[in-house]
Protein backbone atom coordinates (compact mmCIF):
# COMPACT_ATOMS: atom_id res chain seq x y z
CA UNK A 1 0.00 0.00 0.00
CA UNK A 2 2.83 2.09 1.10
CA UNK A 3 4.87 1.67 -2.99
CA UNK A 4 1.04 2.31 -3.93
CA UNK A 5 0.27 5.48 -2.59
CA UNK A 6 3.87 6.87 -3.50
CA UNK A 7 3.32 6.17 -6.71
CA UNK A 8 -0.13 8.15 -6.97
CA UNK A 9 -0.75 11.71 -7.53
CA UNK A 10 -2.68 14.38 -5.34
CA UNK A 11 -6.36 13.64 -5.14
CA UNK A 12 -5.55 10.63 -7.00
CA UNK A 13 -7.61 7.08 -5.99
CA UNK A 14 -7.77 3.75 -6.51
CA UNK A 15 -9.54 0.53 -5.49
CA UNK A 16 -7.57 -2.94 -5.23
CA UNK A 17 -9.91 -5.71 -4.52
CA UNK A 18 -12.15 -4.97 -1.20
CA UNK A 19 -9.51 -1.79 -0.27
CA UNK A 20 -10.00 1.77 -1.87
CA UNK A 21 -7.56 4.44 -1.39
CA UNK A 22 -7.92 8.21 -1.80
CA UNK A 23 -4.97 10.58 -1.67
CA UNK A 24 -6.36 13.79 0.11
CA UNK A 25 -2.93 15.39 0.12
CA UNK A 26 0.65 15.63 -0.06
CA UNK A 27 0.88 14.08 3.42
CA UNK A 28 -2.44 12.54 4.55
CA UNK A 29 -4.07 9.17 2.97
CA UNK A 30 -8.21 7.44 3.19
CA UNK A 31 -8.74 4.05 2.92
CA UNK A 32 -12.00 2.23 3.11
CA UNK A 33 -12.90 -1.76 3.48
CA UNK A 34 -15.47 -3.05 1.85
CA UNK A 35 -16.46 -3.83 5.10
CA UNK A 36 -17.05 -0.16 5.80
CA UNK A 37 -13.79 0.21 8.18
CA UNK A 38 -11.79 3.40 7.63
CA UNK A 39 -8.80 4.21 8.31
CA UNK A 40 -7.55 8.16 7.87
CA UNK A 41 -4.18 7.88 8.01
CA UNK A 42 -1.68 11.60 8.16
CA UNK A 43 2.00 12.59 8.86
CA UNK A 44 2.10 15.62 11.09
CA UNK A 45 5.01 17.32 12.72
CA UNK A 46 6.87 14.05 14.63
CA UNK A 47 4.08 12.06 14.29
CA UNK A 48 1.19 10.02 12.57
CA UNK A 49 -2.05 10.54 12.83
CA UNK A 50 -4.46 7.74 12.76
CA UNK A 51 -8.32 7.26 12.62
CA UNK A 52 -10.17 4.15 12.43
CA UNK A 53 -13.94 4.37 11.29
CA UNK A 54 -16.19 1.47 12.22
CA UNK A 55 -19.09 0.78 10.69
CA UNK A 56 -22.02 0.37 13.07
CA UNK A 57 -23.06 -3.21 12.11
CA UNK A 58 -19.98 -4.45 13.95
CA UNK A 59 -21.14 -3.09 17.58
CA UNK A 60 -21.10 -5.79 19.81
CA UNK A 61 -19.25 -7.79 17.39
CA UNK A 62 -15.33 -6.08 17.26
CA UNK A 63 -12.47 -6.16 20.12
CA UNK A 64 -9.34 -5.21 19.74
CA UNK A 65 -6.05 -3.54 20.86
CA UNK A 66 -8.81 -0.41 20.20
CA UNK A 67 -11.30 -2.01 22.99
CA UNK A 68 -14.34 -3.51 22.84
CA UNK A 69 -16.84 -1.72 20.50
CA UNK A 70 -19.43 -1.65 22.32
CA UNK A 71 -20.49 1.87 24.34
CA UNK A 72 -18.76 0.87 27.52
CA UNK A 73 -15.54 2.42 28.27
CA UNK A 74 -15.22 0.69 31.29
CA UNK A 75 -14.62 -2.83 29.37
CA UNK A 76 -11.85 -1.26 26.88
CA UNK A 77 -8.89 -2.13 28.28
CA UNK A 78 -9.60 -5.84 28.71
CA UNK A 79 -6.28 -8.17 27.77
CA UNK A 80 -6.63 -10.52 24.67
CA UNK A 81 -8.16 -13.85 25.91
CA UNK A 82 -10.30 -12.48 28.16
CA UNK A 83 -10.01 -11.29 32.17
CA UNK A 84 -10.68 -8.52 34.22
CA UNK A 85 -9.83 -5.15 31.96
CA UNK A 86 -7.54 -2.76 33.97
CA UNK A 87 -9.00 0.37 35.37
CA UNK A 88 -7.80 3.24 33.51
CA UNK A 89 -8.07 5.55 35.95
CA UNK A 90 -5.70 3.93 38.59
CA UNK A 91 -3.25 2.22 35.89
CA UNK A 92 0.11 3.67 34.80
CA UNK A 93 0.63 3.88 31.23
CA UNK A 94 3.10 0.86 31.86
CA UNK A 95 0.96 -0.89 33.52
CA UNK A 96 -1.40 -0.90 30.48
CA UNK A 97 1.53 -1.27 28.00
CA UNK A 98 2.45 -4.52 29.44
CA UNK A 99 -0.94 -6.08 30.91
CA UNK A 100 -3.09 -4.91 28.24
CA UNK A 101 -0.94 -3.69 25.31
CA UNK A 102 1.47 -6.57 25.00
CA UNK A 103 -1.65 -9.78 25.59
CA UNK A 104 -2.51 -8.12 21.79
CA UNK A 105 1.18 -8.98 19.96
CA UNK A 106 -0.05 -11.37 17.57
CA UNK A 107 2.55 -14.26 16.30
CA UNK A 108 3.79 -14.24 12.82
CA UNK A 109 0.98 -16.75 11.57
CA UNK A 110 -1.61 -13.93 12.66
CA UNK A 111 -0.18 -11.66 10.75
CA UNK A 112 -2.31 -10.53 8.02
CA UNK A 113 0.14 -8.16 6.32
CA UNK A 114 2.02 -8.44 3.53
CA UNK A 115 5.82 -8.09 3.44
CA UNK A 116 8.12 -6.86 0.97
CA UNK A 117 11.55 -8.95 -0.40
CA UNK A 118 13.42 -7.47 2.09
CA UNK A 119 11.19 -6.92 5.42
CA UNK A 120 9.66 -9.83 7.44
CA UNK A 121 7.25 -10.00 10.17
CA UNK A 122 10.12 -10.01 12.49
CA UNK A 123 11.17 -6.76 11.25
CA UNK A 124 8.47 -5.32 12.68
CA UNK A 125 8.06 -7.52 15.70
CA UNK A 126 10.63 -6.05 17.63
CA UNK A 127 9.70 -7.27 21.46
CA UNK A 128 12.09 -5.25 23.48
CA UNK A 129 10.77 -2.04 22.03
CA UNK A 130 9.39 -0.10 25.04
CA UNK A 131 7.59 3.52 24.53
CA UNK A 132 7.96 6.65 26.52
CA UNK A 133 5.48 7.02 29.10
CA UNK A 134 3.96 10.62 29.30
CA UNK A 135 4.17 10.08 33.53
CA UNK A 136 8.11 9.65 33.14
CA UNK A 137 8.59 11.96 30.96
CA UNK A 138 6.79 14.52 32.84
CA UNK A 139 8.47 13.42 36.43
CA UNK A 140 12.17 14.31 34.23
CA UNK A 141 11.42 17.47 33.57
CA UNK A 142 12.49 20.64 35.57
CA UNK A 143 9.56 22.76 36.56
CA UNK A 144 9.92 25.27 34.52
CA UNK A 145 9.45 23.05 31.25
CA UNK A 146 6.53 21.28 32.72
CA UNK A 147 4.43 24.73 33.16
CA UNK A 148 5.50 25.31 29.79
CA UNK A 149 3.64 22.52 28.62
CA UNK A 150 0.88 22.25 30.37
CA UNK A 151 -0.12 25.88 29.52
CA UNK A 152 0.48 25.17 25.91
CA UNK A 153 -1.71 22.04 26.03
CA UNK A 154 -4.81 23.39 28.52
CA UNK A 155 -4.71 20.38 30.74
CA UNK A 156 -5.04 17.97 26.99
CA UNK A 157 -2.80 14.92 27.62
CA UNK A 158 -2.57 14.30 24.45
CA UNK A 159 -1.09 17.21 23.36
CA UNK A 160 1.17 17.07 26.68
CA UNK A 161 2.39 13.73 25.37
CA UNK A 162 3.68 14.83 21.84
CA UNK A 163 5.32 18.22 22.89
CA UNK A 164 6.66 16.37 26.27
CA UNK A 165 8.14 13.68 24.46
CA UNK A 166 9.41 15.56 21.22
CA UNK A 167 10.19 19.27 22.97
CA UNK A 168 8.60 21.01 20.06
CA UNK A 169 5.71 23.60 19.91
CA UNK A 170 4.54 22.32 16.36
CA UNK A 171 3.81 18.86 17.58
CA UNK A 172 1.78 20.05 20.44
CA UNK A 173 -0.30 22.13 17.47
CA UNK A 174 -0.05 19.52 15.24
CA UNK A 175 -1.98 17.68 18.08
CA UNK A 176 -3.96 20.23 19.08
CA UNK A 177 -5.31 20.14 15.24
CA UNK A 178 -6.11 16.23 15.37
CA UNK A 179 -7.90 16.67 18.89
CA UNK A 180 -10.07 19.16 16.97
CA UNK A 181 -10.88 17.50 13.89
CA UNK A 182 -11.76 14.01 15.35
CA UNK A 183 -14.11 15.78 18.13
CA UNK A 184 -16.01 17.47 14.83
CA UNK A 185 -15.90 14.57 13.44
CA UNK A 186 -17.10 12.64 16.29
CA UNK A 187 -20.20 15.42 16.72
CA UNK A 188 -21.02 15.18 13.41
CA UNK A 189 -21.58 11.19 13.37
CA UNK A 190 -23.35 11.71 16.65
CA UNK A 191 -25.55 14.45 14.96
CA UNK A 192 -28.82 12.29 13.41
CA UNK A 193 -30.20 14.14 9.87
CA UNK A 194 -34.14 15.28 11.27
CA UNK A 195 -37.15 13.83 10.19
CA UNK A 196 -39.73 15.61 7.59
CA UNK A 197 -43.45 14.46 7.66
CA UNK A 198 -46.24 14.86 5.52
CA UNK A 199 -49.65 13.42 4.79
CA UNK A 200 -49.03 10.29 2.49
CA UNK A 201 -51.97 11.72 0.56
CA UNK A 202 -53.83 15.15 -0.25
CA UNK A 203 -57.66 15.31 -1.38
CA UNK A 204 -57.84 18.53 -3.44
CA UNK A 205 -60.60 20.50 -5.28
CA UNK A 206 -60.63 22.47 -8.13
CA UNK A 207 -61.38 25.97 -5.88
CA UNK A 208 -61.49 24.90 -2.70
CA UNK A 209 -58.62 25.86 -0.24
CA UNK A 210 -56.59 22.18 1.54
CA UNK A 211 -54.07 22.56 3.89
CA UNK A 212 -51.03 20.37 4.41
CA UNK A 213 -48.58 20.67 7.69
CA UNK A 214 -45.53 19.50 6.92
CA UNK A 215 -44.14 18.40 10.82
CA UNK A 216 -40.24 18.10 11.75
CA UNK A 217 -38.34 16.63 14.34
CA UNK A 218 -34.82 16.01 15.07
CA UNK A 219 -33.11 13.67 17.66
CA UNK A 220 -31.07 15.66 19.34
CA UNK A 221 -33.52 18.62 19.55
CA UNK A 222 -31.60 20.96 16.68
CA UNK A 223 -33.67 23.36 14.92
CA UNK A 224 -34.77 22.56 11.71
CA UNK A 225 -35.53 25.05 8.84
CA UNK A 226 -38.01 24.39 6.21
CA UNK A 227 -37.45 26.12 3.01
CA UNK A 228 -38.77 25.72 -0.76
CA UNK A 229 -36.57 24.45 -3.47
CA UNK A 230 -39.39 25.00 -6.30
CA UNK A 231 -41.92 27.75 -7.19
CA UNK A 232 -44.76 27.54 -5.51
CA UNK A 233 -47.69 26.69 -7.87
CA UNK A 234 -50.77 29.62 -8.48
CA UNK A 235 -52.97 29.76 -5.95
CA UNK A 236 -50.05 28.00 -2.77
CA UNK A 237 -48.91 29.97 -0.32
CA UNK A 238 -46.24 28.24 2.31
CA UNK A 239 -45.57 29.44 5.94
CA UNK A 240 -41.88 28.48 6.04
CA UNK A 241 -42.24 28.96 10.27
CA UNK A 242 -44.82 26.80 10.85
CA UNK A 243 -45.05 24.60 8.00
CA UNK A 244 -48.13 25.28 6.83
CA UNK A 245 -48.84 24.72 3.34
CA UNK A 246 -52.18 26.08 1.56
CA UNK A 247 -53.59 25.99 -1.93
CA UNK A 248 -56.47 26.84 -3.59
CA UNK A 249 -56.36 24.71 -7.27
CA UNK A 250 -57.52 26.17 -10.03
CA UNK A 251 -57.05 23.60 -12.18
CA UNK A 252 -56.61 19.66 -13.25
CA UNK A 253 -52.95 20.53 -13.92
CA UNK A 254 -50.58 18.26 -11.99
CA UNK A 255 -48.22 19.92 -9.86
CA UNK A 256 -44.98 19.10 -8.27
CA UNK A 257 -43.39 20.96 -5.04
CA UNK A 258 -40.41 20.31 -3.35
CA1 LIG B 1 -16.13 -0.89 25.27
CA1 LIG C 1 -29.66 16.56 14.43
Redesign the pocket.
Known amino acids: MTSWFNAASDNDSASRGNVSVSRKSATSVDVSFSTGFTLAVGVKAEQLDITVGAPSEFKNKAQGLM???????S??LTPAGGGAALNANDSSEREIFSEFGETWRIERADSIFKYTEDTTFETFDRKNFEPLFLQEVLNKMTDKQRKLVEEKCDGNNECIFDYAITGKEDAADASLDTIAKNTKEAETLANSSPVISVNSALNATIQKKVTLQVTTSDKEGDDVTLSLQSDLPDGATFDAKKGIFTWIPSSMEPINIS
Open positions: GIFNSDPDD
